[in-house]
């Protein structure tokens, strides 16, 4: 398994290791950005720290404040932001719609990590994006906790779907995501039952210079059907539910879509007051 | 998913540079260059910069202007034109009928790029070749637009068929890009209602020196065997499509190829008023 | 086969060769240690000494005494301590009866190794551990003991499934271990009534440099399916006899649990009064 | 699909550029040897003119004239002529029905390559050989074309089997070949019915030192059962008409294999009025 | 087919050869020792030689002697013995009653080599051993031979089971040798009359640097299929022909494992007088 | 394909550039040598002469003559007699009756190479070996010819187990070549009625430095099955045709061997006259 991700105490002694060389405002809190960067290495917290330091410069600030560190996150996370790419207004409506589909889904759900910011300015290769950022370190993931990440991950392409009868490519990368998750859940984390609790290599490990090894797979193709209708179902129930929770929340929906449309970008405060309009949400 | 192709600030920016050390006529405009090439990357457009310059100098003139960053453009797109290439009358009546096939059914069928050109004069390896570019550029594709761009495909070899009651190996290259893209909606964009919104990896990735990794089919062979179903349906459906379209529109088919047979080179103004004359479209 | 493990006279005088450059306190007597070490390799114990060391200095100490050397049989085992690391009470809980469940299966199955320790203080990449020692060198291993083996795998998930109705990704370690110990009583020990007293070469062997063998399976499909079914087999008998036998003990289970939240840490003496408490054992 | 190999043009600039070094005859014309050699790229060209300059210093020429370049259009195409090479009668029957088999087949079929020659003298490998030269470049090959091919490459053990009831290992590198033509028709073409319009990879690529990829079958074992069948199709109705062809003209068959016996070489016209004292052919 | 190891004389001048550098005492015989090691090749002699002289050296003696040869031998074919190595009561019994399973069989069989000697002094890797020599050189086996010494490996394991109703990982070595053998008699000696006098590749070949060949399966799966059946049905039938022989000799069993648990080692008369002690043997 | 292997004047060619440095004995004709090594290449003849020096030297020969040829073909052909080597009388017997096999099976089959010499004296890896030169240079073999080789190569199993009911290790070499004898002919030669006259790509072509690809099977596992039943078929229909040819000459046979372990050698002439004593053959 590796060395484990650092947990909260430990993100923040490395960024005031980071930090050491880096003149910070008076009010910075490195407690607060641990507290924002569960799941991150030691590589990302450095970068985090780097690429606040270059902002704070561009931005011909004495020091890095807060701002250029949460600006920074995102970069880690999702790339710097591509504010002049120029996308058509069909296009926007529909990664509108793609992100708010991700975002209510998530809000919607029990159990998933709190929405942070909807935005449809692109940022690395995205076309828009949902930040969700969990509030404290997990170790242990539920089966559950898989499955609503699974139906946040099916949120963009059911939207898509439901509003404009059709699919996009702008999905692919969420169907990558959603079907590497369900694979692992069945064959790394035993949580198919019909397969009951075991494991199946089914990905190819890495190796090393001059040991190449051919590991095709390790079970028949009867137990490989199984696994594939097993995965099929978990993707095949979670686009259903999440079908029918738009269907049934889509004056939401829209809101949230024709909202980001006009701002860009959401905070978590605007996803739920735009959500709470609405009425209370039937999850 | 990689760096994204610059877009047409982007492209207008990229051209700049590249042109810095060549002499340009007074009339050029990169934001128009930056509009014809949706998709082409940073080395697409230095080599586009490039062969116009050769052109001029081969012409003669003073500075590069307008019609050699043209024809640079389908260079790129196609390869240098090979005007002395000698084909047997029969061999230019059959690429005439496959280009006006694929030239119609772009034309007919809502949704595609505007065919800018179609041409019988050999470039690059090609015998001819029909230039569509897109009016702007397109960061998401639906399924129907996919579809759309199947057809095209499809439109050169379906027009072979219906004219000359034959095959031939002219159309091996659309056949590859036809079959890669069904495979790609089915296996990337999760486009097959039967198989769901998942993806499936059936191309082998890049393998670095000292890193061999064998990898097979990653699913069952019944998985396998629902996706060979679905690509073959997408293009026998495809081929359907375009088989009706162009009987039904057989009129229009046939001025296309003999007047493209008289002139080798037909813009789009000729292509539309050649489709006009035989009465309203039927899609 | 390769070397085979020292064994107790062995470990004793590996000990002392690499103890010889390390102070020892008066009461230190290798036999105990070499006793509590079975299956260690000369370099685990090397690094056994070189642990209990550096414990030794860490804690301002002359020399190595008993408690370095017991410490440092955990950190070759498991790992170092990770005792600032935290995690929620929720967490906390799921591990508490993850670690319990094997504690328990452990004590109730025989022909098990005693548990010399419960602990969900995280160590390595671990949440807890269950710290079990054989009471002598092992050579041979009936069917009866690989099949409790099994149990104590599955004990952790069968635990947690019965207390939260719910699984986690906390036991994939376990399901790795099991089911490759079950593939193993199948696959190299004939231990399976239906394939016989034959072997079945699933894993890759190591490869070296400039010998790359293309290892596929050297079976038929069917064979393949029939090892599955006989692998599978194994897996849901063991877990039938586990959440039967945690059921009919529950009592058990939630004080060893509820011990554990609140010590942390349980040795042998305190499982088993928590145990007794509660009746005689039912297996 | 690369460079394509040089038209007529191409091929007689080619044949000057090499023999600008080796002395001519005064009434050698290399548009007459361009158009003898379509399919030849400029390796082939150079090989050829170095091969005629060579026969010509072995027969004593001050310089290279037209036989000396006609020689060595076989040379290149078949390699050198083996005179001395011993065959026994029996053989040499076998080789003379083989080849007139091929002739036969190709002078009946419309839609063939020409046959300019037919030997039972060895060349390079092979005990006999029929040479057939296109008249034009051809950049379009026909599905009946292809099939016509297929017809020539079946004469050879076909005629065997219709005279000797018996088959021998003399048409071995005609079976890889027509199998591997039908292969591609079926594969790359997309001319099998029941597969329709697509491609299936079925060869292997290339690949490059410390880039190794293994590629297996990219479809599933059903879609491997479809192509086969279709290509064991092509090769069988082939074969099947091929044989009708041969049975129905056996006497014109036994009049070139015997002419064959006792000449070794016939030219074109020597066929053709052997096939026509036999009446005119039906095919 | 390689260099066939040395016949009896070879040997012999093999042995003079290494034993030039060692002193050798008077009554040594190399045709003693030649005749004790058929299937020995030039290393293996050559091993042997340098061991008793070690031996020798260790004990104090001027030169070699019959002993110190004698040892070696066993040296070569099972290690050195690992006298101090402490196994439980109950492995001990267990190894007495497996080795005791190979000797009865190997002496109620006919066609096998004669049993020099059956020790449970852990030697090498294994716990214990029994020691066959041949008599003389072979260079042909029968398909009865084969199967005999099939029987002599199922031996250990039966024992097992009959005694103590329980299987145990100690067979693993003798199961492994004896599908290596199953599956030579079917796929490389043609000894299956259902497959029939053929073979069939199923190892992979040793691949040289830069030459990396993957081969799979030459044969189908339902080929595959049917080897598996064959070499099960092989290993089943031995192992009920072995079933049956120690049940029908059960007080033999019992005496040698007994007598083995008493002694650690018995000789060939030994173990012949405690199998006539229980009258005559039903084979 | 490759070079070809030289003709009858080729060889005698060779032979003669190979002797120059070697001196000969008067009566040597290289006309004679030449005619009994079709199938030899340039090396194989190098070796001829080089062993034929080699052996003249030994016998303290002023020149080579035809003796040190003669026996140098068998050398180059099987490897150097091994006349030392013992083998048990039992062995003997099933040798001479093993080669006997073989050698009748050549004198009652028609269309096989004349016998030369049948020998049980070990010579290279064999225990004894059946010598059939052709008589001239073959270019061309029929199926037929290749179904009598097959029987020659199944002639030496089939009267081992017509005489001692029993099969050794003894064929394993010949079933090797017959199983690869009878792929070739379904796979190389399009010789299966069922297949029809194609090619089947089953053997991995050698790789070169840096160049890795992998081969597996290029066909569907159902045309495997049929190309693994059609290679059976004709190993199945040649065992059955052998056995029956021996069992009715079994008399001949019983000679052949009798006096083969009399006199170890026996010649062509040997052979027929002891044929010849039993009646005419039926074949």
Redesign the interface.
């Known amino acids: 398994?590796?060395?484990?991700s650092p947990?909260?105490?430990g993100r923040e002694e490395i960024l005031r290791v980071h930090a050491k060389i880096v003149k910070l405002g008076p009010e910075v809190d490195f407690k607060v950005i641990a507290r924002r960067t569960p799941g991150f290495v030691g590589a990302d917290l450095a970068n985090l720290v780097n690429e606040a330091a270059l902002l704070a410069a561009r931005r011909n600030k004495p020091y890095v404040e807060l701002p250029e560190l949460e600006e920074a996150i995102e970069r880690v996370i999702a790339g710097p932001e591509r504010k002049?790419?120029?996308?058509?207004e069909r296009?926007k409506k529909?990664?509108a719609y793609h992100e708010s589909g991700h975002a209510l889904v998530a809000k919607l759900t029990p159990g998933t990590d709190p929405v942070h910011k909807v935005s449809i300015i692109p940022r690395g290769?995205a076309?828009g994006y949902t930040l969700q950022l969990p509030t404290?370190?997990?170790?242990?993931?539920?089966?559950?906790e898989?499955k609503s990440k699974l139906y946040v991950l099916?949120g963009g392409?059911a939207a898509e779907e439901l509003v404009?009868k059709?699919?996009?490519?702008?999905?692919?990368?969420d169907?990558?995501k959603?079907?590497g998750l369900a694979q692992k859940m069945v064959c790394?984390?035993?949580?198919s039952d019909k397969?009951?609790?075991?494991?199946?290599r089914?990905?190819?490990e890495?190796?090393?210079?001059?040991?190449?090894?051919?590991?095709?797979?390790?079970?028949?193709?009867?137990?490989?059907?199984m696994?594939?209708a097993e995965?099929?179902q978990l993707?095949?129930d979670g686009?259903a539910y999440v079908r029918k929770l738009l269907s049934d929340n889509r004056s939401k929906l829209d809101r949230l879509a024709e909202k980001l449309m006009e701002k860009e970008i959401l905070d978590s405060d605007e996803v739920d007051s735009l959500i709470r309009e609405g009425g209370p949400a039937v999850a």
Not at 166 to 173: K, Q, S, Y
Not at 188 to 191: H, N, R, S, Y
Not at 207 to 213: A, K, M, P, S, T
């Open positions: 398994v590796g060395v484990p947990d909260l105490r002049n790419h120029m996308i058509t296009e529909i990664v290769p076309l404290e370190d997990r170790f242990l993931t539920s089966r559950t898989l099916l392409r404009f059709e699919m996009t490519t702008g999905a692919c990368n169907l990558e959603s079907t790394e984390f035993g949580m397969l009951g609790p075991m494991t199946f089914k990905k190819e890495e190796v090393f210079l001059g040991r190449d090894i051919n590991r095709g797979t390790t079970f028949s193709n009867e137990t490989g059907q696994i594939d995965v099929k993707i095949m686009m």
